[in-house]
């Protein structure tokens, strides 16, 4: 793959930058614009002549002067316009070597097709280029049959699976050529940020994967050197497997090489690995997999090379021959793959599917790869959708899952952790897989098809989808469907007996202006259903926006049971939110009628495990075991490192002067306290006393409602405790709604 001399001159770039579409505001990304000028300059860096590029870009209106000042002369980046470039314009350039880079969402479209969305896409039509028939253009005669000795194609966007219902708004992606791929020896080198189903992280306003291959193309390319790509590729895979080890990212590129003498994907880098030294048992096993593997292969010519190919779709490793391999190279191949000897028996079983696979090799896979029941695709599969399930919604799913198997012990919330240990708790061969129990389980709670927001309904959906196919594989799609019935059954008596979580949330904006306006939205949710109530984009004064929540909860809410959350910033915790008047048919407070909290989100992302670890102690705990915070101390430093010394305690109780309340919520708040009781009034007398009345041993589940009853009766009494006490409840499972997840490619 190097090239030892090379005119840059004789370089063509086209560069695709969508930033902006004509869906909603969540489809804005941040980073291809810049990640594409990035492109841009390394390659006029090296001499090739601006004129050879062509810059399409749709960007942000923040990004547009940088565009513009880079290359005035650049192109919209609608599909006309893509059209024109690809289409005519590609005929006429006379070069050795053609650059293509595009950056912006991409989704799976139907049929499995890749489709890099332009920017007329809406959230109800998804119009986008298919990246695969991209790649037969580039070996039509389009490009001079002669000339364009290689092209490089570099594509930074996700590759996923969108939920059922949104999946159904991608259209077909649009074809640009049905001409006969006339050279098939034109060196073709196709860089993808991910893998089929994945995702394209930006970081920083800029894409990841762009940033990597930069960087090491600028490193390959020192002194206008021609780069050599295999070692490029090397060193992006290298840097992905540290991010991977080091940070827990979970994206994986993957590269497709055509020259004439090979045509797939093709893993540079060291020889293919052979898995870990075997002991006497493990020798055992290889050798009866190899004979059953071996059996199965001599059955028909040229059943191997077919399961070659089967596996080569699968693998990330290069196989071990390029024609037929024996029954021992692909036990090896498989072996170095996470989940491959299940997998190459399934390739032997879908070429020879009327001749059972030999129980001993079914026995010598859980041997060589213990606990294994999986396809790699399917692993890689759950393990994404998992990834794209929210922190609240993923800690939701590991609490059904121990919900299904009471007295299992499973890991902390995370995908890959997680999947593996459900994986492993393998039942009978004629009885569902826990995993399968479990993800139906999760399913059944989560809300009905398109009545939930964000991707936790979305993805449970797809969860579904995935479930059944694994259960179909393994002949097992009637215990499936008569779970995913008792789940179904479960999940609606709790529903009818209500038991189904009920609240209304209520941001307030910070307050702007003179007049302390405030924007608002309000939500109802009912388990995971999520209505959208009010969203008041112009600030109004409190008064008015009190008016407005009166009348939304006497039309969602429930007196006495619907939980009424506050979300505010932290300078706003002491805003008396329970006092706030209900007037229809007479006036009374707000906490009367129903249990009001107050939330902050400021300073809990830096340290969320804090956060979900102290709320776990919330279950079983009792009023007693909050802790009383000493009222001498009121400093940031000190109330943090005294709560560090109580890492388990379930809430704070605080008697702290109202000069430093502020700097004690700020300690708490990071320190990921979720329970937080305090006395609202100025003065500190009493203070004590009140705070006493309210708490006790009861369960501190019951505390929202164990307040509310003591507010409603500081109506009839002005004197009573609980007209000044306040309550930050803050469950990290309930957030607020979130948007579209389009935050990635």
């Given amino acids: ?28 990304l941040d980073g291809p614009v810049k990640d594409a000028l990035g492109m841009r300059s390394w390659l006029t860096g090296l001499g090739v002549p601006p004129a050879n590029i062509r810059l399409l870009a749709s960007p942000k209106e923040e990004n547009r002067a940088a565009l513009q000042e880079a290359d005035p002369g650049h192109r919209a980046a609608d599909s006309g316009t893509v059209r024109e470039v690809f289409m005519d314009e590609l005929r006429r350039i006379d070069a050795d070597w053609l650059w293509i880079y595009w950056a912006g969402h991409g989704v799976q479209a139907p049929g499995g097709r890749w ?82 189903g994945a995702v394209a992280k930006n970081q920083q306003g800029a894409g990841v994967f762009s940033s990597v291959l930069l960087g090491q193309l600028a490193v390959a390319s020192g002194g206008g050197a021609a780069p050599d790509l295999g070692r490029v590729w090397q060193g992006v895979q290298d840097e992905f497997r540290r991010l991977h080890e080091e940070e827990g990212l979970r994206q994986f590129p993957t590269v497709h090489i055509s020259d004439g003498t090979r045509d797939g994907e093709v893993p540079l880098g060291p020889s293919v690995p052979t898995g870990p030294p075997l002991d006497e048992p493990g020798r055992r096993a290889h050798g009866k997999l190899a004979a059953s593997v071996a059996g199965l292969l001599a059955a028909e010519p040229g059943r191997a090379a077919r399961v070659l190919v089967r596996l080569a779709e699968e693998f990330t490793t290069a196989p071990p021959v390029t024609e037929s391999p024996s029954a021992g190279e692909l036990v090896d191949w498989a072996l170095a793959e996470h989940h491959g000897a299940v997998t190459l028996l399934d390739a032997l079983a879908q070429e020879a599917p009327g001749e059972p696979v030999p129980a001993p090799a079914q026995g010598a896979c859980q041997v060589l790869q213990p606990g294994r029941w999986l396809l ?61 129990r479990a993800v139906e389980r999760f399913a059944a709670a989560e809300s009905e098809p398109g009545t939930g927001t964000g991707t936790g309904a979305g993805t449970a959906e797809t969860l579904r989808e995935w479930s059944l196919g694994c259960a179909v594989r393994i002949g097992l799609e009637g215990a499936l469907r008569d779970r995913r019935a008792e789940a179904e059954e479960r999940a609606a008596s709790a529903d009818a007996a209500g038991a189904v979580d009920e609240r209304v949330q209520i941001r307030l904006h910070p307050a702007v202006g003179s007049g302390r306006l405030r924007a608002y939205d309000v939500w109802a949710r009912r388990g995971d259903r999520v209505e959208s109530l009010a969203t008041v984009d112009t600030p109004a004064p409190l008064e008015e926006i009190q008016r407005g929540v009166d009348e939304l909860l006497r039309t969602h ?41 107050v939330r902050c989100g400021e300073f809990r992302a830096e340290q969320r495990h804090l956060w979900l670890r102290r709320w776990q102690a919330v279950e079983g705990a009792s009023t007693d075991d909050l802790y009383r915070l000493p009222a001498h101390l009121v400093s940031s430093k000190h109330v943090y490192g005294d ?9 704070v109780v605080m008697t702290t002067p109202a000069r430093a309340r502020p700097e004690v919520f700020t300690a708490c708040l990071f320190g990921g306290v979720p329970v937080l009781v305090w006395h609202g009034a100025h003065e500190r007398d009493g203070a004590e006393a009140e705070l006493e009345a309210l708490l006790g041993t009861e369960s501190l589940r019951s505390l929202p409602q164990r307040l509310r009853k003591l507010r409603s009766a500081s109506d009839a009494d002005a004197a009573h405790p609980g007209r000044h006490l306040a309550l930050l409840w803050d469950d990290p499972h309930r957030p607020l709604p979130g948007p579209l997840d389009l935050s990635a490619p």
């Fill in 115 to 196: 489709s890099l969305l332009y920017p007329e896409t809406r959230d109800t039509d998804m119009r986008g280029l298919d990246a695969h028939n991209l790649m037969s253009l580039l070996r039509t005669e389009h490009l001079p049959r002669q000339g364009v000795q290689r092209v490089t194609v570099v594509i930074d966007a996700c590759w996923r699976a969108l939920p059922a219902r949104a999946h159904e708004m991608v259209a077909d992606p649009e074809n640009l050529t049905r001409g006969n791929e006339v050279n098939r020896d034109r060196e073709i080198f196709w860089m993808r940020a991910c893998r089929p």
């Fill in 557 to 597: 809410a429930r007196s006495q049971e619907t939980l009424v959350e506050f979300f505010v910033a932290a300078a706003d915790l002491e805003l008396d939110v329970h006092c706030w008047p209900l007037t229809t048919p007479f006036e009374r407070s707000l906490g009367t009628d129903y249990p009001v909290v």
């Fill in 376 to 436: 790699r695709a399917e692993y890689d599969a759950l393990v994404a959708l998992l990834d794209r399930l929210t922190p609240d919604r993923l800690a939701d799913f590991a609490d059904a899952a121990r919900a299904e198997l009471p007295g299992v012990g499973l890991p902390p919330a995370a995908p890959g952790p997680l999947a593996d240990a459900l994986e492993e708790l393998l039942r009978t061969p004629h009885q569902l897989p826990q995993l399968l």
């Fill in 643 to 651: 709560l560090q010394a109580r890492e388990d305690v379930p809430g």
């Fill in 1 to 28: 793959m190097r090239e030892p001399e090379h005119d840059w001159r004789r370089t063509h770039a086209v560069i695709v930058a969508v930033e902006q579409y004509r869906g909603s505001a969540d489809w804005t």
